[in-house]
């Protein structure tokens, strides 16, 4: 079925790091990549996202990378913050009419000051 | 423009009673998804509605159930609980056109099964 594997499950850099979240699909359908802040006691908000036919994507010091031949994509984020210390999660979608998320398991970033 | 609301925030029930729970989209939204989140398993889909129309539906027993009204807001119910319904219970409301796009989620619902 379908199933999205995410690495590492925590992650703790100095602020002022690089930060690296690796994700892996099963579905060949998919081509909807979005990733997802969550802190803690807060709901999840979308913080990037990539679609199949572009390979990077990047928002200031967020950026995301996409190789669909080995369904592998990476949140890359840069000149870590304390604030940016979360759990963020990669997902997976399909088109053909459905907002269906597939989510990876979640990344516990840890950034000390 | 107001955000997705669900209620009640957080309720406790016994085993083998039944919840209801309640999601109200940000207006113009016509696609309401549920998610089920535990510590455990991250965020794992139960059913996507629109348009009063269940498009899509998770690995989750049949004791899991949903609708959409007229107006877009959703319940979600659960039958006969177990301890293991014990979980976060997010809503996410999006525009629900033809390309899968940002999910806006609720606070959610925290459910405690005792």
């Known amino acids: 079925g379908e199933n999205v594997e995410q690495h590492p499950s925590t992650l703790s850099v100095q602020e002022g790091d690089s930060a690296v979240i690796k994700c892996t699909y099963s579905?060949?359908?998919?081509?909807?990549f979005p990733w997802y802040k969550q802190e803690l006691g807060k709901r999840p908000q979308l913080i990037i996202d990539?679609?199949?036919?572009?390979g990077e994507k990047k928002d200031q010091r967020i950026a995301v990378t996409l190789n669909k031949t080995a369904k592998h994509f990476s949140l890359h984020i840069t000149e870590t913050q304390p604030e940016d210390s979360a759990v963020y999660f990669c997902?997976?979608?399909?088109?053909?009419?459905?907002?269906?998320?597939?989510f990876g398991k979640g990344t516990k970033l840890t950034v000390n000051p | 423009k107001a955000g997705v609301t669900q209620t009640p925030r957080y309720l406790i029930k016994t085993r083998g009673q039944q919840v209801t729970l309640s999601c109200s989209p940000i207006?113009?939204?016509?696609?309401v998804s549920w998610y089920q989140q535990t510590p455990g398993q991250g965020l794992q889909f139960l059913f996507e509605?629109?348009?009063?129309?269940?498009?899509n539906k998770g690995n989750f027993p049949g004791r899991f159930s949903g609708r959409q009204f007229s107006n877009s807001r959703s319940e979600m119910n659960v039958s006969t609980l177990e301890l293991g319904d014990s979980a976060l219970y997010l809503c996410?409301?999006?525009?629900?056109?033809?390309?899968?796009?940002?999910?806006?989620f609720g606070e959610g619902s925290r459910l405690t099964v005792l």
């Open positions: 996410a409301s999006s525009l629900g056109g033809k390309n899968t796009g940002e999910l806006f």
């Open positions: 579905d060949s359908a998919s081509n909807y």
């Open positions: 509605y629109f348009s009063e129309t269940q498009r």
């Open positions: 990539i679609r199949s036919n572009v």
């Open positions: 997902a997976a979608g399909a088109q053909g009419g459905s907002e269906k998320l597939v």
């Open positions: 207006s113009g939204h016509r696609s």
